[in-house]
């Protein structure tokens, strides 16, 4: 090098150093991804061959990830618009804490217990915070408060739905947990979560194991593409797509994603066997005292309590 091209100082300029790059399991195929391809990879990934093999077909560009500060990168679907992706939102010892804390059906738990249910496919539910009446087409107060448990979590997606939306001080009202079991034959059917009273963003917390979820656009919704929700220039909108959810990310659902697609998990993709997901919304209810209302008490463990023996006092069954 020139001495005209040295530095002033006469020392070299150190090389610029690179961010680590993590890997993350694809869930259909099992193959380690970087995490900023797990988006366009898995969409185009469509199982195995016979050979064992997975057949990748050339899929659309990534957006560029958005960066969330203190928590990771948010990477953007190539096609589902106003779906998120953040791998790795939780580490495996924030995991273990939230899933100790949860309990298991008939074993020591937190309150409210774990209950059967029906709604939008058989598996095993919990709530917290505001409650919605679907039929009545209204909120009500919490039965059970928000749990502090959750607040770390709950702050850190605040960041990111500031991050991917703009829009500052999300804070939720409920939560819901949902443990699904693959040889109990758990599913969760096609629904859209209700769009007055659910608010504009959903995030979703995958704990335990990874998941694949269907997306399908409604049937008989002939809107031009431009007019489709969060699109400001026109864009075909795929009918439908199969979306991996890795253990540890969350998921965040807003805009043609919240609001033009069903989504649905099939009993055949628990990818893992079993799964946990927590489902964080800021409802259209904000209790007297605001949204920190809801998360002025603990849920605290009843030693040797069973499901069977507070099903009495739980609250009803959330919703997917």
């Given at each position: 090098m020139s001495a005209s091209k040295r530095p002033a100082s006469g020392l070299a300029r150190p090389a610029k150093k690179r961010p680590a790059v993590s890997l993350?399991?694809?869930?259909?195929?099992?193959?380690?991804?970087?995490?900023?391809?797990?988006?366009?990879?898995?969409?185009?990934?469509?199982?195995?061959?016979?050979?064992?093999?997975?057949?990748?077909?050339?899929?659309?560009?990534?957006?560029?990830?958005?960066?969330?500060p203190g928590v990771g990168e948010a990477q953007a679907h190539p096609t589902l618009v106003g779906q998120y992706l953040i791998p790795n939102?939780?580490?495996?010892?924030?995991?273990?804490?939230?899933?100790?804390?949860?309990?298991?059906?008939?074993?020591?738990?937190?309150?409210p217990a774990w209950r059967l249910r029906e709604f939008n496919g058989r598996a095993y539910g919990k709530a917290w915070g505001v409650r919605t009446d679907l039929r009545a087409r209204t909120q009500m107060v919490p039965a059970h408060p928000m749990p502090s448990q959750l607040r770390a979590v709950a702050s850190r997606m605040g960041e990111a739905v500031r991050a991917v939306t703009g829009t500052a001080g999300w804070r939720p009202t409920e939560a819901n947990a949902i443990l699904y079991r693959r040889q109990e034959g758990h599913s969760l059917t096609a629904h859209v979560d209700d769009r007055a009273l659910s608010g504009d963003v959903l995030c979703n917390l995958c704990l335990a194991g990874s998941a694949v979820m269907t997306y399908t656009r409604e049937q008989g919704d002939a809107r031009p593409p431009q007019q489709a929700v969060g699109l400001s220039r026109p864009r075909a909108l795929p009918r439908s797509e199969r979306v991996p959810l890795p253990r540890y990310a969350l998921q965040i659902q807003t805009k043609a994603c919240r609001f033009e697609y069903a989504h649905a998990i099939d009993n055949a993709d628990l990818v893992d066997g079993e799964r946990v997901s927590i489902t964080f919304r800021q409802g259209a209810f904000v209790p007297h005292g605001g949204a920190a209302a809801v998360w002025e008490a603990?849920?605290?463990?009843?030693?040797?309590?069973?499901?069977?023996?507070r099903a009495g006092r739980a609250s009803a069954g959330p919703k997917a």
């Open positions: 993350v399991p694809c869930p259909v195929c099992r193959r380690q991804i970087p995490s900023f391809r797990l988006q366009v990879h898995a969409s185009a990934c469509e199982d195995f061959r016979a050979d064992g093999e997975p057949r990748l077909a050339a899929g659309p560009r990534a957006p560029a990830p958005i960066e969330v939102f939780v580490s495996p010892a924030e995991e273990a804490a939230i899933l100790s804390w949860l309990g298991r059906p008939g074993e020591r738990e937190c309150a603990d849920c605290v463990a009843e030693p040797g309590a069973t499901s069977a023996a």
